[in-house]
């Protein structure tokens, strides 16, 4: 196979100052400026890209997140402007949707009138820290939120070996990107099983697990960014998180032994992440102990915690996939038996099958949403 121009550089690298953490060479190949898969072309998500999001699958998802923004503005006692940042927002579908929805079920009504939605971007600093890019500062944000974000931060990885945990490192060996082990680079890293009290030791030799230091780091910015840089008068708010991922018991288990780290080509699921830097996504799923443990640091208190599947029902996805019916589909029921009648029952079994998919206990369904609210 062969290299592609940010593995040249990554080698060069290592060959120069050594080997680096995983962490490090994951950022690189994500985010690096003119290389990284993040931040070079057009977003890789949809049919000819590597993978999906909700947004990708269904409107409805849009439509259900517009359904919590609009209950959380009416907590907030109604504010205007209501400002909601969303955070990591590619292509800005989400934020289409929403506003689309919000015009059709709401009219111009005063939440349509005081939403502004801002669809946002970070970036990966090159110590792997989350930077928030606000264009205007000046407005505070009553609402945060992110979808399939925190999961394709840098993440660092330990293994156990003879009853003590060591960190994988990538270095070059036959002019080839490969693994070794060493020491763990930082205290963080090495306590991080700990300060959630995961029974690693009794796991076997080989068990591995993943450490996403830049998820606590973002979860502190992104909780000053709602709460806002006076300590005198802090602002109410929430911030909304959709990934996948579990509580730290949950996720780092004995089962789990070679951790959850992915990578994605062409929607191809591979496990060969030091392949193809900069053309490949990678991926890790979220420690949300580790998220609601640093919001309540900063302050902010655990609202809401649970699956995909039970959020959106909540969030009434049945109620929106029944006004899809009777309102886009209605020929159905009046003109089944004509071609036009027939066209529309295929494309209405395609939107309720992408409804099952966001809401599929085997899949998406069994993403989290996390909710933290001051």
């Given at each position: ?66 359904r919590q923004l609009y209950q959380m503005w009416e907590q907030l006692k109604r504010p205007t402007p209501f400002v909601v940042l969303e955070q990591g927002a590619g292509r800005g579908h989400l934020a289409e ?39 205007d500062t000046t407005a505070q944000p009553h609402v945060i939120l992110s979808n399939e974000l925190v999961d394709a931060f840098p993440v660092h990885i330990l293994e156990k070996r003879n009853a003590r945990l ?39 030799d080989g068990w591995r697990a993943e450490v996403n230091l830049a998820a606590l780091r973002w979860m502190k910015q992104t909780a000053r960014l709602l709460l806002g840089s006076s300590p005198r008068r802090k ?140």
């Amino acid at each position: 196979m062969s290299s592609t121009p940010l593995q040249q550089l990554i080698m060069q690298r290592i060959q120069r100052d050594g080997p680096i953490t995983f962490a490090e060479f994951m950022q690189m190949a994500l985010y690096m400026p003119g290389y990284g898969y993040y931040v070079t072309g057009p977003a890789r998500m949809g049919w000819q890209g590597d993978y999906y999001t909700s947004t990708n699958i269904s409107p409805l998802f849009a439509n259900c997140v517009g359904r919590q923004l609009y209950q959380m503005w009416e907590q907030l006692k109604r504010p205007t402007p209501f400002v909601v940042l969303e955070q990591g927002a590619g292509r800005g579908h989400l934020a289409e949707g929403v506003r689309r929805w919000a015009k059709r079920d709401k009219g111009e009504d005063d939440f349509t009138t005081a939403l502004d939605y801002r669809a946002e971007d970070i970036h990966m600093g090159q110590d792997a820290v989350a930077e928030n890019e606000v264009s205007d500062t000046t407005a505070q944000p009553h609402v945060i939120l992110s979808n399939e974000l925190v999961d394709a931060f840098p993440v660092h990885i330990l293994e156990k070996r003879n009853a003590r945990l060591y960190e994988v490192y990538v270095h070059v060996q036959q002019d080839r990107l490969s693994e070794v082990l060493d020491e763990p680079s930082s205290p963080e890293v090495a306590s991080y099983l700990d300060s959630y009290h995961i029974p690693w030791l009794s796991f076997n030799d080989g068990w591995r697990a993943e450490v996403n230091l830049a998820a606590l780091r973002w979860m502190k910015q992104t909780a000053r960014l709602l709460l806002g840089s006076s300590p005198r008068r802090k602002r109410r708010g929430f911030i909304l998180i959709i990934d996948y991922g579990d509580r730290a018991r949950a996720l780092y288990t004995r089962h789990r032994s070679r951790g959850t780290l992915a990578s994605y080509f062409q929607h191809q699921l591979t496990e060969r992440p030091l392949v193809r830097p900069g053309e490949q996504d990678i991926t890790a799923h979220v420690n949300f102990s580790a998220l609601i443990q640093e919001g309540r640091t900063q302050g902010l208190r655990l609202y809401t915690f649970t699956t995909q599947r039970l959020w959106l029902e909540s969030m009434g996805i049945d109620e929106e996939l029944e006004w899809l019916r009777t309102h886009d589909f209605a020929v159905i029921e009046t003109q089944r038996s004509s071609n036009q009648g027939q066209v529309a029952l295929l494309q209405w079994y395609d939107v309720r099958q992408r409804a099952a998919a966001l809401t599929d206990p085997a899949g998406m369904g069994n993403f989290k949403v996390l909710i933290l609210k001051h």
